[in-house]
């Protein structure tokens, strides 16, 4: 019986040998650099650990001097975050719809051009071509855009973009913004143009008359898995994007906090003042920021 | 799945996907063509600047078009030796490798994996294809600190491999590949079993040539990834002779402050466009591949 049983397991396990044979590199470079390093950070958040020594557990410390203690976080690095990610994801989220919505009206060529205008930007990303921006933000009455505004009469002398906390954070959003349109906006394209024409006719039979009523009835309930998708890639896109302004400004801190975000924030502890256990825990609020974002996505766009 | 949409136009024109110029479609372009003409101008901006000679890098008033095109900044940069000692062919030799081995490494362990959740029957096919959902939300800046431990650990610091390794297991590639190869027909696969082919030839044989527009989507991404990286430079090597042509780009500006201005600008901007070119050239020769490779994205 026993010997029965475990032929056939083994038989089961040769089966399979195979698949698991397939898998295996995914599944080990995916645990060692993706769900390691989140347990890692989960584990690290409950300690004090300095990179010399050997982490001691602190229990809920790391977390307690965060949310009552840490006036940085507070007053700038939070609502510098839920700012920048509210208008770079959903905001930018809504624009990749909108303007997938119009590129589905118009032909091919066309279509293909624009497209392919729109994508280029975040090939590069906005990290890569910091150098580009600076350039184009410049401080003194060289730099681009305040050569531009000078001549327009519009400033009367040229402005520390990058430099002053009033302006950062918008150059910030529009920089991210301008390379946003990568692979969920593509995706949602291509299920708008999915979509079964038959569909848009039987709405109209069905008393749909207007193409917001279109948009509402038609379109999004028939791409809802692109749309979840290109929710997620949104979301992930406005947090990882959170190095622009120390790229931009070209400091950690950046000038008086003002372009600082979450990602700066476990960067600024983690590798400048060495407070690792510190720097997990603010991970770890990140990945519950995340979270929360694709939860609220998840509601609004799974099907069941 | 392609429709008959020679039937559509019967009834009311959606006016989704048509086929040549209506007015209606006027509006659109109102839109469109400033906002492109917009999103454009840094990349327009890019190839001028590139080309400027040094008196229109520097003049006053500035001008964003070149006037005269040289390519003095770009024999600049390649003459230059950086800081240590480092001449810059080597870091863009050391992009091209790294990039090279990063998109075949990644569209090889992405595609076996994703035959393997599509088409072979396992015990946690559907485990592990729900965690790597799950990981398409993940942020990997939010894990800097545990991944550079990890990679300590492991011994990769300031070695070749650490720039490739950490960049393989792309849970969006694996995602769109799995989606990809199940519209494949199974019908295929079994006669191919039938005739005695093993899982390899039929993965090697079968599903590679099938899924060529999936494999052209993971391989820009793989690419866009590697080729655009700064942060692995940065954070995981200290010695020059490894690192990459684009965190070489990052630190031209810092380190030519002061008197070397004028001339940084110029290589700087030489320099991005060797950077951003590359991406634009396998985006247009792939772009068809990708299109259709994203009807299958959805997220169900």
Same mark, same amino acid.
């Given at each position: 019986?026993?010997?029965?049983?475990?032929?056939?397991?083994?038989?089961?396990?040769?089966?399979?040998?195979?698949?698991?044979?397939?898998?295996?590199?995914?599944?080990?470079?995916?645990?060692?650099?993706?769900?390691?390093?989140?347990?890692?950070?989960?584990?690290?958040?409950?300690?004090?650990?300095?990179?010399?020594?050997?982490?001691?557990?602190?229990?809920?410390?790391?977390?307690?001097?965060?949310?009552?203690?840490?006036?940085?976080?507070?007053?700038?690095?939070?609502?510098?975050?839920?700012?920048?990610?509210?208008?770079?994801?959903?905001?930018?989220?809504?624009?990749?719809?909108?303007?997938?919505?119009?590129?589905?009206?118009?032909?091919?060529?066309?279509?293909?051009?624009?497209?392919?205008?729109?994508?280029?930007?975040?090939?590069?990303?906005?990290?890569?071509?910091?150098?580009?921006?600076?350039?184009?933000?410049?401080?003194?009455?060289?730099?681009?855009?305040?050569?531009?505004?000078?001549?327009?009469?519009?400033?009367?002398?040229?402005?520390?973009?990058?430099?002053?906390?009033?302006?950062?954070?918008?150059?910030?959003?529009?920089?991210?913004?301008?390379?946003?349109?990568?692979?969920?906006?593509?995706?949602?394209?291509?299920?708008?143009?999915?979509?079964?024409?038959?569909?848009?006719?039987?709405?109209?039979?069905?008393?749909?008359?207007?193409?917001?009523?279109?948009?509402?009835?038609?379109?999004?309930?028939?791409?809802?898995?692109?749309?979840?998708?290109?929710?997620?890639?949104?979301?992930?896109?406005?947090?990882?994007?959170?190095?622009?302004?120390?790229?931009?400004?070209?400091?950690?801190?950046?000038?008086?906090?003002?372009?600082?975000?979450?990602?700066?924030?476990?960067?600024?502890?983690?590798?400048?003042?060495?407070?690792?256990?510190?720097?997990?825990?603010?991970?770890?609020?990140?990945?519950?920021?995340?979270?929360?974002?694709?939860?609220?996505?998840?509601?609004?766009?799974?099907?069941? | 799945?392609?429709?008959?949409?020679?039937?559509?136009?019967?009834?009311?024109?959606?006016?989704?996907?048509?086929?040549?110029?209506?007015?209606?479609?006027?509006?659109?372009?109102?839109?469109?063509?400033?906002?492109?003409?917009?999103?454009?101008?840094?990349?327009?901006?890019?190839?001028?600047?590139?080309?400027?000679?040094?008196?229109?890098?520097?003049?006053?008033?500035?001008?964003?078009?070149?006037?005269?095109?040289?390519?003095?900044?770009?024999?600049?940069?390649?003459?230059?030796?950086?800081?240590?000692?480092?001449?810059?062919?080597?870091?863009?030799?050391?992009?091209?490798?790294?990039?090279?081995?990063?998109?075949?490494?990644?569209?090889?362990?992405?595609?076996?994996?994703?035959?393997?959740?599509?088409?072979?029957?396992?015990?946690?096919?559907?485990?592990?294809?729900?965690?790597?959902?799950?990981?398409?939300?993940?942020?990997?800046?939010?894990?800097?600190?545990?991944?550079?431990?990890?990679?300590? =650990?492991?011994?990769?610091?300031?070695?070749?491999?650490?720039?490739? !390794?950490?960049?393989?297991?792309?849970?969006?590639?694996?995602?769109?590949?799995?989606?990809?190869?199940?519209?494949?027909?199974?019908?295929?696969?079994?006669?191919?079993?039938?005739?005695?082919?093993?899982?390899?030839?039929?993965?090697?044989?079968?599903?590679?040539?099938?899924?060529?527009?999936?494999?052209?989507?993971?391989?820009?991404?793989?690419?866009?990834?590697?080729?655009?990286?700064?942060?692995?430079?940065?954070?995981?090597?200290?010695?020059? =002779?490894?690192?990459?042509?684009?965190?070489?780009?990052?630190?031209?500006?810092?380190?030519?402050?002061?008197?070397?201005?004028?001339?940084?600008?110029?290589?700087?901007?030489?320099?991005?466009?060797?950077?951003?070119?590359?991406?634009?050239?396998?985006?247009? !020769? !792939?772009?068809?591949?990708?299109?259709?490779?994203?009807?299958?994205?959805?997220?169900?």
């Amino acid at each position: 019986m026993q010997t029965e049983w475990r032929s056939q397991l083994s038989r089961q396990w040769r089966k399979e040998a195979s698949a698991y044979g397939f898998i295996a590199p995914y599944a080990v470079l995916f645990a060692i650099f993706i769900a390691i390093p989140v347990l890692a950070a989960f584990l690290l958040s409950f300690t004090f650990f300095d990179s010399i020594q050997p982490p001691q557990f602190n229990g809920l410390l790391n977390y307690i001097v965060l949310l009552t203690q840490d006036d940085i976080f507070m007053r700038y690095v939070l609502p510098n975050t839920i700012q920048f990610a509210v208008l770079v994801g959903p905001g930018g989220y809504v624009l990749a719809f909108l303007l997938a919505w119009m590129l589905a009206q118009l032909p091919r060529t066309p279509r293909t051009i624009f497209a392919l205008i729109l994508y280029s930007p975040s090939m590069t990303g906005g990290v890569a071509m910091a150098v580009v921006w600076q350039t184009l933000f410049s401080g003194d009455q060289n730099g681009y855009l305040n050569s531009f505004l000078l001549s327009l009469n519009l400033i009367q002398a040229p402005i520390q973009w990058l430099q002053s906390p009033e302006y950062l954070m918008t150059i910030m959003i529009i920089v991210t913004l301008w390379s946003s349109m990568g692979v969920g906006f593509l995706a949602m394209l291509a299920g708008m143009l999915d979509i079964n024409p038959e569909l848009y006719e039987a709405g109209a039979l069905d008393g749909v008359s207007s193409r917001w009523q279109e948009i509402i009835y038609i379109t999004i309930p028939s791409m809802k898995p692109q749309m979840l998708f290109g929710a997620v890639m949104a979301i992930v896109g406005a947090f990882q994007a959170g190095t622009i302004g120390v790229a931009l400004s070209g400091s950690n801190p950046t000038p008086q906090y003002a372009g600082q975000l979450i990602v700066n924030h476990i960067e600024d502890y983690g590798f400048l003042r060495y407070e690792m256990g510190y720097a997990a825990a603010v991970s770890v609020v990140l990945l519950l920021m995340v979270l929360l974002f694709n939860r609220l996505a998840n509601r609004l766009f799974r099907e069941d | 799945m392609r429709r008959k949409r020679w039937l559509s136009y019967s009834l009311r024109d959606s006016g989704m996907n048509p086929r040549g110029f209506h007015p209606s479609q006027i509006k659109f372009y109102l839109v469109l063509v400033p906002l492109a003409a917009f999103m454009l101008l840094p990349i327009v901006f890019i190839f001028s600047h590139a080309f400027k000679p040094p008196e229109e890098l520097f003049a006053y008033p500035p001008r964003f078009f070149v006037v005269r095109p040289t390519l003095k900044n770009f024999t600049d940069l390649f003459a230059r030796i950086s800081t240590s000692e480092v001449p810059v062919s080597r870091y863009l030799f050391n992009s091209v490798l790294v990039t090279l081995l990063t998109v075949l490494a990644s569209v090889g362990v992405g595609s076996t994996a994703a035959f393997a959740l599509s088409k072979k029957r396992f015990r946690l096919k559907n485990t592990l294809f729900a965690i790597n959902t799950v990981a398409l939300m993940f942020v990997p800046v939010a894990v800097t600190i545990p991944r550079f431990l990890i990679i300590q =650990q492991l011994g990769l610091l300031n070695t070749f491999w650490v720039h490739i !390794l950490p960049a393989l297991a792309m849970p969006v590639g694996l995602f769109l590949l799995k989606q990809f190869m199940d519209a494949l027909p199974n019908e295929m696969i079994e006669a191919a079993q039938i005739d005695g082919a093993s899982d390899l030839q039929i993965y090697w044989h079968i599903i590679l040539p099938l899924t060529r527009p999936a494999l052209a989507t993971i391989a820009i991404l793989a690419f866009q990834a590697s080729w655009n990286n700064v942060d692995t430079s940065a954070m995981y090597i200290n010695d020059e =002779q490894l690192k990459t042509f684009a965190f070489y780009l990052s630190s031209l500006t810092s380190t030519t402050a002061g008197a070397n201005l004028v001339a940084g600008q110029g290589m700087a901007a030489a320099a991005s466009l060797i950077v951003f070119l590359p991406n634009l050239i396998i985006f247009i !020769l !792939l772009q068809s591949q990708v299109m259709s490779t994203m009807s299958h994205s959805g997220l169900k």
